[in-house]
């Protein structure tokens, strides 16, 4: 049974810093695209950001661009998201994500189904 897992989330004041990581339980960790969405209560599931198989491709929307990074440790196994200059409106539930396929790799995945495996989601709230 694959397991991502999520840490990281919490409080933070508009302007502040927070790293999520996510450490999933892949053999083949280096051979995924992983990616980072976020749910917000009434809304859908949106994209934050995704990262191709090395590292070497990053992929991110609008809203977050230039101000969130999303990073991996294909040695340690682990993937990042480095959240800055946060806005209450980032407030959500972020979950991390993983697709094998490889298309996700070169031109990016930026819907929930194109993602196979999905964490239990970290809390992130962000006070004005």
């Known amino acids: 049974q694959v397991q991502l897992v999520e840490s990281g989330g919490g409080l933070v004041q508009a302007g502040g810093s927070l790293r999520l990581s996510c450490t999933p339980s892949?053999?083949?960790?280096?051979?995924?695209?992983m990616g980072w969405f976020r749910q917000a209560p009434g809304e859908e599931r949106e994209f934050v950001a995704a990262i191709g198989w090395s590292g070497g491709s990053t992929y991110y929307a609008d809203s977050v661009k230039g101000r969130f990074t999303i990073s991996r440790d294909n040695v340690k196994m682990i993937t990042y998201l480095q959240m800055n200059t946060l806005k209450p409106e980032d407030t959500a539930v972020y979950y991390c994500?993983?697709?094998?396929?490889?298309?996700?790799?070169?031109?990016?995945?930026?819907?929930?189904?194109?993602?196979?495996?999905w964490g239990q989601g970290t809390q992130v709230t962000v006070s004005s």
């Open positions: 994500a993983a697709s094998p396929a490889d298309y996700c790799s070169t031109d990016g995945c930026f819907l929930p189904d194109e993602y196979v495996y």
């Open positions: 892949l053999r083949t960790f280096s051979s995924y695209s």
